[in-house]
Protein backbone atom coordinates (compact mmCIF):
# COMPACT_ATOMS: atom_id res chain seq x y z
CA UNK A 1 0.00 0.00 0.00
CA UNK A 2 3.01 2.28 0.87
CA UNK A 3 5.12 1.62 -2.16
CA UNK A 4 2.26 1.90 -4.46
CA UNK A 5 1.51 5.29 -3.05
CA UNK A 6 4.72 6.37 -3.15
CA UNK A 7 5.36 5.11 -7.05
CA UNK A 8 2.10 7.11 -7.75
CA UNK A 9 2.99 10.34 -6.20
CA UNK A 10 6.50 9.69 -7.83
CA UNK A 11 5.19 9.55 -11.31
CA UNK A 12 2.87 11.80 -10.80
CA UNK A 13 5.14 14.46 -9.81
CA UNK A 14 7.28 13.50 -12.48
CA UNK A 15 4.81 14.67 -15.14
CA UNK A 16 3.23 17.54 -13.51
CA UNK A 17 6.54 19.06 -12.27
CA UNK A 18 8.45 18.46 -15.29
CA UNK A 19 5.66 18.08 -17.87
CA UNK A 20 7.25 17.88 -21.48
CA UNK A 21 10.78 16.70 -20.74
CA UNK A 22 9.04 13.95 -18.08
CA UNK A 23 8.47 11.25 -20.41
CA UNK A 24 12.50 11.74 -21.25
CA UNK A 25 13.57 11.27 -17.43
CA UNK A 26 11.19 8.46 -16.75
CA UNK A 27 12.67 6.70 -19.65
CA UNK A 28 16.18 7.37 -18.39
CA UNK A 29 15.28 6.36 -15.02
CA UNK A 30 13.99 3.15 -15.79
CA UNK A 31 16.93 2.70 -18.68
CA UNK A 32 19.48 3.03 -16.08
CA UNK A 33 18.14 0.94 -13.50
CA UNK A 34 17.72 -1.40 -16.53
CA UNK A 35 20.80 -1.27 -17.86
CA UNK A 36 22.48 -1.61 -14.01
CA UNK A 37 20.23 -4.50 -13.48
CA UNK A 38 21.53 -6.41 -16.94
CA UNK A 39 25.25 -5.34 -15.96
CA UNK A 40 24.94 -6.24 -12.67
CA UNK A 41 24.35 -9.94 -13.66
CA UNK A 42 26.59 -10.10 -16.28
CA UNK A 43 29.09 -9.05 -13.76
CA UNK A 44 27.98 -11.99 -11.20
CA UNK A 45 27.91 -14.42 -13.78
CA UNK A 46 31.35 -13.45 -14.31
CA UNK A 47 32.36 -13.91 -10.56
CA UNK A 48 30.61 -17.45 -9.94
CA UNK A 49 32.70 -18.47 -12.83
CA UNK A 50 35.78 -17.71 -10.71
CA UNK A 51 34.53 -18.57 -7.26
CA UNK A 52 32.70 -21.38 -8.04
CA UNK A 53 34.07 -24.94 -9.57
CA UNK A 54 30.77 -24.91 -12.21
CA UNK A 55 31.46 -26.59 -16.07
CA UNK A 56 30.56 -24.56 -18.60
CA UNK A 57 27.53 -26.53 -19.62
CA UNK A 58 26.21 -30.02 -18.46
CA UNK A 59 27.51 -32.98 -20.78
CA UNK A 60 24.77 -34.83 -22.63
CA UNK A 61 22.08 -31.41 -21.66
CA UNK A 62 20.86 -29.86 -24.91
CA UNK A 63 21.39 -26.61 -24.75
CA UNK A 64 17.94 -24.52 -25.18
CA UNK A 65 17.35 -23.19 -28.58
CA UNK A 66 16.92 -18.96 -29.22
CA UNK A 67 13.29 -19.04 -28.98
CA UNK A 68 12.98 -21.88 -26.47
CA UNK A 69 15.08 -18.91 -24.51
CA UNK A 70 12.65 -16.17 -25.64
CA UNK A 71 9.86 -18.32 -24.68
CA UNK A 72 11.36 -18.51 -21.07
CA UNK A 73 11.23 -14.87 -20.94
CA UNK A 74 8.10 -14.22 -21.97
CA UNK A 75 6.59 -16.68 -20.07
CA UNK A 76 8.34 -15.63 -16.80
CA UNK A 77 6.99 -12.18 -17.34
CA UNK A 78 3.51 -13.29 -18.24
CA UNK A 79 3.46 -15.33 -14.54
CA UNK A 80 4.79 -12.65 -12.71
CA UNK A 81 1.98 -10.47 -14.06
CA UNK A 82 -0.70 -12.51 -13.65
CA UNK A 83 0.62 -14.02 -10.54
CA UNK A 84 1.83 -11.71 -8.56
CA UNK A 85 0.20 -8.78 -6.83
CA UNK A 86 3.34 -6.64 -6.08
CA UNK A 87 3.97 -6.60 -9.47
CA UNK A 88 0.27 -5.80 -10.31
CA UNK A 89 0.30 -3.23 -7.80
CA UNK A 90 3.84 -1.59 -9.43
CA UNK A 91 2.27 -1.84 -12.96
CA UNK A 92 -0.69 -0.17 -11.86
CA UNK A 93 0.72 2.62 -9.59
CA UNK A 94 2.87 3.80 -12.64
CA UNK A 95 -0.03 3.62 -14.67
CA UNK A 96 -2.29 5.70 -11.94
CA UNK A 97 0.03 8.33 -11.96
CA UNK A 98 0.60 9.34 -15.57
CA UNK A 99 -3.15 9.08 -15.97
CA UNK A 100 -3.99 11.56 -13.03
CA UNK A 101 -1.53 13.71 -13.84
CA UNK A 102 -1.93 13.83 -17.71
CA UNK A 103 -5.83 14.02 -17.33
CA UNK A 104 -6.66 17.89 -15.80
CA UNK A 105 -10.06 16.55 -14.43
CA UNK A 106 -8.00 13.59 -12.60
CA UNK A 107 -5.39 16.19 -11.56
CA UNK A 108 -6.92 16.57 -7.94
CA UNK A 109 -6.42 12.87 -7.88
CA UNK A 110 -2.75 13.38 -8.77
CA UNK A 111 -2.95 16.16 -5.88
CA UNK A 112 -4.23 13.12 -3.31
CA UNK A 113 -1.56 10.77 -4.28
CA UNK A 114 1.22 13.73 -4.33
CA UNK A 115 0.06 14.61 -0.24
CA UNK A 116 -0.49 11.01 0.57
CA UNK A 117 3.18 10.21 -0.45
CA UNK A 118 4.78 13.27 1.09
CA UNK A 119 2.82 12.47 4.19
CA UNK A 120 4.44 8.85 4.24
CA UNK A 121 7.93 10.03 3.26
CA UNK A 122 7.44 12.42 6.54
CA UNK A 123 6.18 9.74 8.69
CA UNK A 124 9.18 7.56 7.68
CA UNK A 125 11.56 10.21 8.29
CA UNK A 126 9.98 10.83 11.76
CA UNK A 127 10.59 7.18 12.59
CA UNK A 128 14.97 7.74 12.07
CA UNK A 129 14.98 6.68 15.57
CA UNK A 130 13.90 3.09 15.40
CA UNK A 131 16.53 2.58 12.81
CA UNK A 132 19.17 1.24 15.24
CA UNK A 133 16.14 -0.85 17.27
CA UNK A 134 15.80 -2.49 14.04
CA UNK A 135 18.82 -3.36 13.19
CA UNK A 136 19.95 -4.34 16.64
CA UNK A 137 17.39 -6.83 16.42
CA UNK A 138 18.29 -7.78 13.03
CA UNK A 139 21.53 -9.09 14.10
CA UNK A 140 20.84 -10.88 17.26
CA UNK A 141 18.02 -12.47 14.88
CA UNK A 142 20.73 -14.21 12.38
CA UNK A 143 20.00 -17.29 12.76
CA UNK A 144 22.10 -20.53 12.76
CA UNK A 145 19.43 -22.84 11.55
CA UNK A 146 21.68 -25.00 9.47
CA UNK A 147 23.35 -28.49 10.24
CA UNK A 148 27.22 -28.53 9.98
CA UNK A 149 27.37 -28.90 5.57
CA UNK A 150 24.25 -26.21 5.17
CA UNK A 151 26.46 -23.89 7.85
CA UNK A 152 29.29 -24.26 5.95
CA UNK A 153 27.93 -23.67 2.69
CA UNK A 154 26.09 -20.73 4.23
CA UNK A 155 29.26 -19.66 5.31
CA UNK A 156 30.68 -19.50 1.70
CA UNK A 157 27.40 -18.02 0.44
CA UNK A 158 28.03 -15.21 2.45
CA UNK A 159 32.22 -14.67 1.22
CA UNK A 160 31.21 -15.24 -1.91
CA UNK A 161 28.31 -12.34 -1.55
CA UNK A 162 30.40 -10.10 0.13
CA UNK A 163 33.38 -10.36 -2.10
CA UNK A 164 30.94 -9.69 -4.92
CA UNK A 165 28.97 -6.84 -3.21
CA UNK A 166 31.61 -4.71 -1.87
CA UNK A 167 33.75 -4.69 -5.09
CA UNK A 168 30.51 -3.62 -6.73
CA UNK A 169 30.40 -0.73 -4.55
CA UNK A 170 33.68 -0.29 -4.89
CA UNK A 171 33.23 0.14 -8.43
CA UNK A 172 30.08 2.13 -8.27
CA UNK A 173 32.06 4.36 -5.90
CA UNK A 174 34.45 5.52 -8.47
CA UNK A 175 31.77 5.38 -11.34
CA UNK A 176 30.06 8.27 -9.57
CA UNK A 177 32.95 10.20 -8.97
CA UNK A 178 34.42 10.27 -12.53
CA UNK A 179 31.32 10.35 -14.63
CA UNK A 180 29.48 13.21 -11.76
CA UNK A 181 30.54 16.08 -10.23
CA UNK A 182 30.90 14.67 -6.56
CA UNK A 183 33.90 15.50 -4.67
CA UNK A 184 35.54 12.18 -2.59
CA UNK A 185 34.00 13.67 0.07
CA UNK A 186 30.41 13.89 -0.91
CA UNK A 187 31.00 10.18 -2.43
CA UNK A 188 32.40 8.56 0.78
CA UNK A 189 29.85 10.59 3.18
CA UNK A 190 26.92 9.02 1.57
CA UNK A 191 28.04 5.81 1.47
CA UNK A 192 29.35 6.34 4.94
CA UNK A 193 25.72 7.05 5.96
CA UNK A 194 23.25 4.96 3.57
CA UNK A 195 25.40 1.84 3.21
CA UNK A 196 25.92 1.07 7.01
CA UNK A 197 21.83 1.90 7.43
CA UNK A 198 20.88 -0.45 4.28
CA UNK A 199 23.62 -3.13 5.71
CA UNK A 200 21.59 -2.81 8.97
CA UNK A 201 18.03 -2.70 8.09
CA UNK A 202 18.27 -5.42 5.00
CA UNK A 203 15.30 -3.49 3.22
CA UNK A 204 14.96 -0.63 0.67
CA UNK A 205 11.91 0.28 2.43
CA UNK A 206 13.06 1.03 5.38
CA UNK A 207 16.43 2.81 4.17
CA UNK A 208 14.39 5.34 1.77
CA UNK A 209 14.06 7.87 4.41
CA UNK A 210 17.60 7.91 5.24
CA UNK A 211 18.67 7.37 1.77
CA UNK A 212 16.53 10.62 0.82
CA UNK A 213 17.97 12.80 3.52
CA UNK A 214 21.92 11.65 2.74
CA UNK A 215 20.97 12.04 -1.19
CA UNK A 216 19.90 15.80 -1.02
CA UNK A 217 22.23 16.63 2.21
CA UNK A 218 25.92 14.63 0.63
CA UNK A 219 25.54 13.84 -2.65
CA UNK A 220 23.86 17.70 -3.06
CA UNK A 221 20.55 16.01 -5.43
CA UNK A 222 17.62 18.68 -5.37
CA UNK A 223 14.43 17.16 -3.75
CA UNK A 224 12.78 17.17 -6.77
CA UNK A 225 15.74 15.09 -8.31
CA UNK A 226 15.71 12.82 -5.14
CA UNK A 227 12.21 12.09 -4.45
CA UNK A 228 11.81 10.81 -8.12
CA UNK A 229 14.67 8.74 -8.72
CA UNK A 230 15.51 7.48 -4.66
CA UNK A 231 11.93 6.56 -5.05
CA UNK A 232 12.04 4.83 -8.30
CA UNK A 233 15.17 2.87 -7.29
CA UNK A 234 14.32 1.80 -4.06
CA UNK A 235 10.83 0.78 -5.52
CA UNK A 236 12.16 -0.76 -8.83
CA UNK A 237 16.03 -1.56 -8.81
CA UNK A 238 17.07 -4.83 -6.71
CA UNK A 239 20.50 -5.21 -8.78
CA UNK A 240 22.50 -6.20 -5.91
CA UNK A 241 19.83 -8.33 -4.58
CA UNK A 242 19.59 -10.36 -8.41
CA UNK A 243 23.13 -10.89 -7.70
CA UNK A 244 22.45 -12.29 -4.80
CA UNK A 245 19.83 -14.49 -5.70
CA UNK A 246 22.21 -15.76 -8.62
CA UNK A 247 24.80 -16.68 -6.00
CA UNK A 248 22.36 -18.44 -3.49
CA UNK A 249 20.80 -20.22 -6.54
CA UNK A 250 24.80 -21.94 -7.06
CA UNK A 251 24.74 -22.79 -3.47
CA UNK A 252 21.36 -24.45 -2.74
CA UNK A 253 22.30 -25.94 -6.19
CA UNK A 254 25.11 -27.41 -4.22
CA UNK A 255 23.86 -28.35 -1.36
CA UNK A 256 20.20 -30.26 -2.65
CA UNK A 257 22.30 -31.53 -5.44
CA UNK A 258 20.96 -30.11 -8.53
CA UNK A 259 23.02 -30.03 -11.57
CA UNK A 260 23.97 -26.70 -12.70
CA UNK A 261 26.24 -24.99 -15.00
CA UNK A 262 26.85 -21.75 -16.17
CA UNK A 263 25.11 -21.86 -19.38
CA UNK A 264 21.99 -22.15 -17.19
CA UNK A 265 23.34 -19.34 -15.21
CA UNK A 266 23.70 -17.29 -18.25
CA UNK A 267 20.39 -18.28 -19.47
CA UNK A 268 19.01 -16.92 -15.88
CA UNK A 269 19.80 -13.84 -16.29
CA UNK A 270 17.19 -12.02 -18.15
CA UNK A 271 14.28 -13.80 -15.79
CA UNK A 272 15.98 -12.53 -12.92
CA UNK A 273 16.32 -9.00 -14.17
CA UNK A 274 12.60 -8.97 -14.93
CA UNK A 275 11.85 -10.58 -10.97
CA UNK A 276 14.01 -8.26 -9.76
CA UNK A 277 11.56 -5.39 -10.73
CA UNK A 278 8.86 -7.20 -8.92
CA UNK A 279 10.41 -8.08 -5.60
CA UNK A 280 9.58 -6.48 -2.62
CA UNK A 281 11.87 -4.18 -0.54
CA UNK A 282 11.50 -5.76 2.59
CA UNK A 283 14.22 -8.66 4.13
CA UNK A 284 14.30 -11.33 2.17
CA UNK A 285 12.00 -10.96 -0.37
CA UNK A 286 13.94 -11.71 -3.01
CA UNK A 287 13.78 -14.94 -1.45
CA UNK A 288 10.27 -15.40 -1.70
CA UNK A 289 9.23 -14.41 -4.57
CA UNK A 290 12.00 -15.24 -7.00
CA UNK A 291 13.03 -19.04 -5.59
CA UNK A 292 9.39 -20.68 -6.96
CA UNK A 293 10.43 -19.12 -10.62
CA UNK A 294 13.56 -20.26 -10.10
CA UNK A 295 12.53 -23.78 -9.32
CA UNK A 296 10.57 -24.02 -12.71
CA UNK A 297 13.04 -22.39 -14.82
CA UNK A 298 15.94 -24.64 -13.42
CA UNK A 299 13.41 -27.62 -13.42
CA UNK A 300 14.12 -28.67 -9.95
CA UNK A 301 12.47 -32.07 -8.97
CA UNK A 302 11.53 -31.08 -5.38
CA UNK A 303 10.26 -27.57 -5.73
CA UNK A 304 9.24 -27.29 -1.92
CA UNK A 305 12.37 -28.30 -0.58
CA UNK A 306 13.93 -25.65 -3.02
CA UNK A 307 12.21 -23.00 -2.49
CA UNK A 308 12.25 -23.43 1.73
CA UNK A 309 16.08 -23.90 1.46
CA UNK A 310 16.33 -20.78 -0.89
CA UNK A 311 14.05 -18.67 1.83
CA UNK A 312 16.39 -20.23 4.51
CA UNK A 313 19.83 -19.42 2.66
CA UNK A 314 17.99 -16.09 1.51
CA UNK A 315 18.28 -14.62 5.03
CA UNK A 316 20.46 -13.04 7.52
CA UNK A 317 23.64 -11.57 5.93
CA UNK A 318 22.63 -12.26 2.40
CA UNK A 319 19.93 -9.28 2.38
CA UNK A 320 21.81 -6.89 4.13
CA UNK A 321 24.84 -6.86 1.95
CA UNK A 322 22.31 -6.67 -0.94
CA UNK A 323 20.17 -3.62 0.25
CA UNK A 324 23.46 -1.98 1.31
CA UNK A 325 24.57 -1.99 -2.60
CA UNK A 326 20.54 -1.40 -3.78
CA UNK A 327 20.17 1.78 -2.03
CA UNK A 328 23.67 3.11 -2.86
CA UNK A 329 23.08 2.25 -6.35
CA UNK A 330 20.05 4.55 -6.03
CA UNK A 331 22.09 7.34 -5.06
CA UNK A 332 24.64 7.03 -7.31
CA UNK A 333 21.90 7.29 -10.52
CA UNK A 334 20.27 10.20 -8.75
CA UNK A 335 23.61 12.09 -9.07
CA UNK A 336 23.86 11.03 -13.07
CA UNK A 337 20.57 12.21 -13.39
CA UNK A 338 20.81 15.70 -11.55
CA UNK A 339 23.95 16.34 -13.82
CA UNK A 340 22.62 15.01 -16.91
CA UNK A 341 19.32 15.65 -16.70
CA UNK A 342 19.09 19.40 -15.11
CA UNK A 343 22.06 20.74 -17.27
CA UNK A 344 19.46 21.06 -20.13
CA UNK A 345 17.63 23.93 -18.11
CA UNK A 346 17.61 23.96 -13.95
CA UNK A 347 16.75 27.53 -13.22
CA UNK A 348 12.99 26.71 -15.22
CA UNK A 349 12.86 23.94 -13.70
CA UNK A 350 13.13 24.93 -9.87
CA UNK A 351 10.56 27.32 -10.58
CA UNK A 352 8.13 25.28 -11.78
CA UNK A 353 8.68 22.90 -9.22
CA UNK A 354 8.16 25.13 -6.07
CA UNK A 355 5.00 26.52 -7.42
CA UNK A 356 3.58 22.48 -8.29
CA UNK A 357 5.17 21.32 -5.23
CA UNK A 358 3.62 24.31 -3.08
CA UNK A 359 0.32 23.59 -4.78
CA UNK A 360 0.51 19.53 -4.28
CA UNK A 361 1.82 19.86 -0.29
CA UNK A 362 -0.60 23.03 0.64
CA UNK A 363 -3.82 22.64 -1.49
CA UNK A 364 -6.66 21.99 0.40
CA UNK A 365 -8.72 18.99 0.92
CA UNK B 1 -24.08 16.48 -1.36
CA UNK B 2 -20.30 17.37 0.00
CA UNK B 3 -20.17 15.49 3.15
CA UNK B 4 -21.52 12.73 1.05
CA UNK B 5 -18.45 12.92 -1.76
CA UNK B 6 -15.94 13.25 1.11
CA UNK B 7 -17.34 9.96 3.30
CA UNK B 8 -17.94 7.80 -0.01
CA UNK B 9 -14.03 8.78 -1.01
CA UNK B 10 -13.09 7.54 2.42
CA UNK B 11 -15.46 4.44 2.16
CA UNK B 12 -13.64 3.77 -1.14
CA UNK B 13 -9.85 4.76 0.38
CA UNK B 14 -10.07 2.31 3.32
CA UNK B 15 -11.84 -0.66 1.10
CA UNK B 16 -9.08 0.48 -1.73
CA UNK B 17 -6.16 0.15 0.89
CA UNK B 18 -7.55 -3.37 1.84
CA UNK B 19 -7.56 -4.28 -1.80
CA UNK B 20 -4.26 -3.02 -1.95
CA UNK B 21 -2.84 -5.07 0.70
CA UNK B 22 -4.81 -8.38 1.13
CA UNK B 23 -3.47 -10.23 -1.69
CA UNK B 24 -0.02 -9.39 0.02
CA UNK B 25 -0.48 -10.20 3.67
CA UNK B 26 0.75 -13.65 3.02
CA UNK B 27 4.20 -12.42 3.35
CA UNK B 28 3.95 -9.98 6.56
CA UNK B 29 3.41 -10.21 9.89
CA UNK B 30 1.81 -13.73 10.99
CA UNK B 31 -0.89 -11.82 12.72
CA UNK B 32 -2.22 -9.70 9.57
CA UNK B 33 -2.04 -12.85 7.70
CA UNK B 34 -5.73 -13.29 8.08
CA UNK B 35 -6.27 -10.53 5.49
CA UNK B 36 -4.90 -12.87 2.34
CA UNK B 37 -7.91 -15.28 3.14
CA UNK B 38 -9.69 -12.40 1.21
CA UNK B 39 -7.53 -11.89 -1.71
CA UNK B 40 -8.63 -12.64 -5.16
CA UNK B 41 -7.56 -12.16 -8.61
CA UNK B 42 -7.45 -8.85 -9.82
CA UNK B 43 -8.02 -7.26 -6.09
CA UNK B 44 -4.62 -5.11 -6.35
CA UNK B 45 -6.21 -3.88 -9.62
CA UNK B 46 -9.34 -2.77 -7.85
CA UNK B 47 -7.86 -1.70 -5.39
CA UNK B 48 -5.82 0.84 -6.98
CA UNK B 49 -9.30 2.21 -9.14
CA UNK B 50 -10.98 2.69 -5.79
CA UNK B 51 -7.94 4.40 -4.23
CA UNK B 52 -7.92 6.86 -7.31
CA UNK B 53 -11.28 7.33 -7.38
CA UNK B 54 -10.93 7.88 -3.41
CA UNK B 55 -8.74 10.70 -3.85
CA UNK B 56 -10.94 12.36 -6.95
CA UNK B 57 -14.16 12.38 -4.46
CA UNK B 58 -11.78 14.03 -1.70
CA UNK B 59 -10.92 16.31 -4.02
CA UNK B 60 -7.72 18.20 -3.05
CA UNK B 61 -7.46 20.87 -5.40
CA UNK B 62 -4.52 23.36 -5.76
CA UNK B 63 -5.18 27.05 -4.78
CA UNK B 64 -5.56 28.95 -7.99
CA UNK B 65 -2.92 29.96 -9.73
CA UNK B 66 -0.09 27.75 -8.86
CA UNK B 67 -0.46 25.36 -11.70
CA UNK B 68 1.47 27.16 -14.89
Not at chain 1, 26 to 44: D, E, N, P, Q, T
Not at chain 1, 182 to 202: E, H, M
Not at chain 1, 205 to 219: F, H, P
Not at chain 1, 337 to 342: K, V
Request: one cysteine or more.
Amino acid sequence: MFVFHLLTAATAKLILQHKDRAGRLFLRIVGLYVAMGVISLIYATAWLGVLSNMPLSRPGVPLPTLLGWFRQIVSTLSHVLSQQPMLQALALATLMGWLTATVPALHAAAYGFIAAGDWILNVFRKLLWYYPIMIGCLAIGIPLKFGNRGLALYGQCVLWEMVVILVWCAAMMLFCKLTTCRTWKQVLSYYGTVWPTGFGTGGSYDTLAVNLISAEQDLGLSPEIAEVSIVFGTVLNKNCATMSTLIVTVIVAKLLGVPISITEIVFLVPPVVIMGFETPGIPGGAGYFMSPVLAVLLHVPNPTLWVSTFIAFYSGLIPMFSTAGNTTDDGVVGALLQDRFQQNGPAQVAVADKSLIGAAVGGEA
Amino acid sequence: MKVLKKLAGILFLLLGIFALIAPQAILGLTELRWLSQFAFPGEALLGAVLVGLAYLLLGRVPPPGAVR
